[in-house]
């Protein structure tokens, strides 16, 4: 699958005039919680030729295509890119973290990788997945049915939380983030019932997840009032790295 999906990468490189420098999973198959039928989410950083970033009026800066069977697209601009990079963007600190890559340039990633961890503000994203587990806890609790993955909208952003307050870092993305030696048994299985119910596509309802999502919210709600801002600013560093990149 990984020519296939290379195969595709080529040729939206020729319909858009761009030059993708990375691209990987981004969905329950980088996670590896994908069911039979689930499709590829394919994210990518591009970039275009220098001239491009000359114009007086810069034309779209992302790549959107979902016309591939089983196949969404979505890539971004390397200025857009590094922009949010800059603001600490968890969307692309989960895509330069995503354990299944499908294209690689060895010295762009690495380098970005380590901007990347730079820039990182705990704070702003740590804010980012609470709210992020808070709303999609409202849906489930309004819910009539539930289903396993409904259940892991809100617990995935909840152990991202845990994993950045106790490494200080953006973890890699995979199930091992729910792995927590001071959870109870009681909810450790929980949890692998819900990775089994979501890849089988099964329904699903746990009071005694939900008790825990209530929990953990709370906890983090008040470990989080306790941080403080941090201005890591890179500017000077990514706007660096940007015109180093467009040169070659």
Known sequence: MKDVIENILKELEKQEHIHILFACESGSRAWNLHEKNSDYDVR???????????????????VEKNSFNKFEFVGWDLKKTLRLLNKSNPTILEWLSSPIVYRNEPIFTKEIKALAQ?????????????SMAKKNYSRLAQADSCTAK????????????????????????????FEKGHRSTIIQDEIQRVFQHKQAG??????????????????????????????????TSLTEFFIKTINK
Request: hydrophobic letters at 35%; a neutral charge; one cysteine or more.
């Open 44 to 62: 990518f950083i591009y970039k275009h030729a220098k001239n491009w970033y000359l114009q007086l009026y810069e034309g779209r800066d992302v």
């Open 118 to 130: 730079k820039s990182f503000s705990p704070y702003t994203v740590l804010h980012h997945y609470l």
């Open 150 to 177: 409904m259940y892991l909208t809100v617990l995935k952003p909840l152990h991202i939380c845990d994993w950045i307050i106790e490494n200080d870092e953006f973890p890699q993305i995979g199930l091992h983030i």
């Open 202 to 235: 099964h329904n699903y309802f746990s009071d005694i997840l939900r008790q825990y999502i209530e929990s953990s919210i709370r906890t983090l709600e008040d470990t989080i009032k306790k941080g403080r801002k941090n201005d890591l600013n890179q500017t």
